[in-house]
């Protein structure tokens, strides 16, 4: 089979998977010629078993990511043995530290038939389970401390230092902060400075009107032992935080 012949099947079996997947997801296919990419893909793809052992023998030269709103990520490979179909792995998300990553078992990918609406049913029934799992929980490790946020709310959480931190589910809540003073680090988490006591003060009692406008409310937990500024809002009841997992990464 010629090489285009083979980046078509791909991407046509690819572009079928997402509209078969639960929620929402879209397909980006990366040809031959984007190699920066997909090596930096390749990099990132979260297996120790069918995956990985396949690209030892076969490195990335095409692939089709899959890519849900939150960020998870999916990548579709070619299978090189006797039998039709593809190969499905998870992504790693970008940014989070190695420590995140420790004694999280990694979700490895698996083979899917060549019918795309039966890979669909194995991807739903086995692979997305364990990769949104494993996903939860590095995430979590990545906080160090500070509750998970949800869609419809955004917690807040006061830090040693003075300064508030949070981890919005997604970009509409990101963008708020950011316009109020918070700074993204390379983790995903949003810090506001305790610097200027009353500058924090004040954004902090901008964004709950501002976030209430899109549907997300706000909740302030505040750790033992710390007051609050008096100016700023008054605290709600802290989301319960999931289960922790300890933490190795190795991919």
Known sequence: MHDHDTSERLASYA?????????????????????DDLTELADRIWDLDLVAA??????????????????AQLVLVDRHDERDGFLLAAVAPRALPDEAYRAVPEPNGIALTDDPFLGAEQVAGDLLARYDSALAQVR?????????????????????????ATAPADDRAGATLVDNGFIQDLSGIY???GD?????????????????ALGIGT?????????APTSAPA????????????ATRAR
């Open 196 to 212: 200027d006591s009353q500058g924090q003060a004040r954004a902090l009692r901008a964004i709950g009107p501002q976030l209430d």
């Open 54 to 71: 396949s690209l030892a023998e076969h490195p990335l030269k095409q692939a089709a990511v899959l890519s849900r709103p939150d960020g």
């Open 15 to 35: 572009d079928v998977l997402v509209g078969e997947l639960p929620d929402t997801w879209t397909s980006t296919h990366l040809p031959p010629d984007a190699k």
């Open 219 to 227: 909740a302030l937990q505040h750790p033992a032992g710390r007051t």
């Open 140 to 164: 979590h490790n990545a906080l160090g401390g500070i509750q998970p946020s949800q869609p419809d709310r955004v917690v807040l959480t006061w830090q040693p230092d003075g300064s508030v």
């Open 235 to 246: 605290s709600m009841p802290p989301v319960p935080a999931g289960s922790r997992a300890p």
């Open 191 to 193: 810090r506001l400075s």
